[in-house]
């Protein structure tokens, strides 16, 4: 990730430009391409400081706000998958870009799928969370009703 042109730079930039150089001529002149140059003077207009706009930082979570949400749903299918967990979080205005984010906030807040042990080869079929707590995720409609997995809280103890 490109890091921002030095303090010193972007105060001889602005020193050119109010000197009478136009944008472009000041951007050649400090080798900077011109638009960094007129995006430096846009933000020197706006904010009467040179100084880079804050880079990076801390994300929030998208589903933090809506945990009620999400674990009302998983208590009322304990079969629920991935997609489907995304599917009525959307018909709920709520969009979430991929699975992913939904399995990392899951294991974020400490919920885990328990795999149905008396049918081994079906236990895969819906998604689970490994010893390493990494995600698979398959098709809900590979299991029959009543011998599905089941949502557990890794805070509270087993199911």
């Known amino acids: 990730m490109p890091a921002p042109l030095s303090r010193d730079l972007r105060e001889r930039i602005v020193r ?3 000197g009478g150089s136009s944008i472009r001529q ?10 960094a140059a007129v995006k430096l003077m846009r933000r020197f207009r706006e904010s009467g400081s040179p100084a880079p706009a804050r880079f990076g930082g801390h994300r929030r979570p998208i589903l933090a706000p809506h945990e009620a949400l999400v674990r009302a749903l998983l208590g009322a ?3 629920i998958s991935l997609v489907e967990i ?5 018909q709920r205005g709520i969009v979430v870009g991929a699975t992913s984010t939904i399995s990392r906030w899951l294991r974020r807040v400490g919920l885990t799928h328990k795999k149905s042990m008396d049918r081994p080869c079906v236990a895969r079929g819906l998604w689970h969370m490994d010893e390493r707590r990494s995600a698979s995720i398959y098709p809900a409609s590979l299991w029959s009703s009543g011998s599905g997995p089941s949502w557990k809280s890794a805070r509270t103890g087993p199911a």
């Open 26 to 35: 000041a951007a050649l002149r400090f080798d900077v391409s011109p638009s």
């Open 77 to 79: 299918r304990s079969e």
């Open 16 to 18: 050119a430009v109010e």
């Open 86 to 90: 995304q599917a009525e979080l959307r």
